[in-house]
């Protein structure tokens, strides 16, 4: 178990040793992301803006017109709710080397509560053209993520979390825009899974193949540009999908399964996600339970969409 | 150098031409954009992409009809190409799109976005040792946008002096006086206190205008340019509703006149 921001550190720290034009952008939460490492290895390429998230963001896309490629990042409601217009109409618009972190992502800021439980960020990022949207499953992913960012050309938003959460991945499995991974096969049915859920889906289908059900388990990392070829082959195999995300129930995971399904392989999809309401305090699991987003909650709706058939 | 009145000629006829667009806050605009252009800013209209250029970021971006005319007489595109504002493909879009048109420095068009990216631009230039500086033009109304704020008071904090920011104060926005929409003074005390070098200058006089930016300070300066909003047309002048109306037949035939 690790937290996801450790994985962004590490990435950046090594992303900024490869190539010069890294820079960090940061909103008084140094301490609280872990960048304050990159402050302490790299001094010069590191500004603080103080608590003006419009600000980074600004800054950002200027630094990207000056031709870096600045990293700003803060808990994700802020870095992409409080900046969003800065991030459409001048990042995106101007389709410039902006990377976003957005920390504390999902629930997994669990006591703080409502407030500060990103549980919008997918969607309001994914809606954005020419935005690349990665949210990886742990922490060795997440340092990926942030290493694959620096071959995208235009911005990237990459939601990561502050608890831990189950490994995942080796240290070196590539993430690459627009791909999917496959962790499991089997033609029952498929479940489309990100961020923690991924470690949930994964925990999910051990226990449904214990009854018998094999169930394929996809981690869509990179949700935007999406692994259309991945859902095509999983949607010869099985009919019924469930998707997985800590996240409300428009417009991430599910909304980009549903969008690319229902046009060229229309089947049955139902979501693991928020239910339109806002989180509250209480320990990263107690809110995920709450939310019901769980291993058990995933494993109840494959069973459902089974019985359906 | 061009004469203003004909970059105020071809701002009434983009706009009458394309039946929409901000005459009043264009026509504020056109001795500030005159004397950087011309007097001011290092640039080469033949390469809009060189390195050692100085930057423009017209912040209030609905003035692009001013900074289109000025591009075209300087020479960055054919001043053929003026009579296709805000049309299908012509590349000069309501509010500069800067892959559409050679020699926009950047994207703008929502107010408030502009000068924290300039201050990051600056700010980019100014770690690559680059000699090239940046100029912001805010609206006056535009200072009502708190992210204005966030980077007012970064600039100083970070000392960057690589920038320069003109307020074309014309006092006016769309629905109202400044003053009765939302007052933004005391202006230069607000400046001040963040931190600025600040000047304030007749907008509309080259003389006064070039005397500003000549300003020797330590500190990033903003200059506080009066202006008229409408300048130059009788009708239009301090008029909220020529914010964003064009100008029929008789209108345009009327202001072309006053022109002359």
Redesign the interface.
Known sequence: MRPTREGYIEGLLEAAEMDKRV?VVDGDVSRSTGTIAFKRRFP?RF?N??I?E??M????????????I?FYSTYAVFAAGRAW??IR??IC???LNVRIGGAHGGSSVGPDGATHQALEDIAITRVLPNMTVLVPADSNQTRQAVLASLDINGPVYIRYGRNPVPEVYNRDIPVVPGKGNLLLEGNHATIVAVGVMVAYALEAAEMLAAKGIYVSVIDMVSIKPLDTDLLLDAAEKSKFFVTAEDHQINGGLFGAVSEFLSQHAPCRIIPVAVNNRFGCSGTPEEVMKKLELTADIIKKKVEISLEID | MVAAKVIRQDILKMIHDAGSGHPGGSLSLVEILLHLYWKEMKIEPKNPAWQERDRLILSKGHGAPALYSILARRGYFSVDRLNSLRKLGSGLEGHPHMQSLPGLDCSTGSLGHGLGIAAGLALGLSLKKSKSRVFCILGDGELQEGSIWESAMSIPALKQTNITVVIDRNHVQLDDFVKNVMPVEPLAEKWLSFGWFVVTCDGHNMDELKKAFSTKTDKPLVIIAETVKGKGISFMENNALWHGKAPDEEQLKNALKELK
Request: avoid cysteine; proline fraction near 4%.
């Open positions: 820079i010069d500004f803006l103080g003006a419009q600000n963001a600004e800054y950002s896309a200027g630094l990207a017109l000056a031709g870096y600045p217009d800065q109409t001048s618009n101007m389709n």
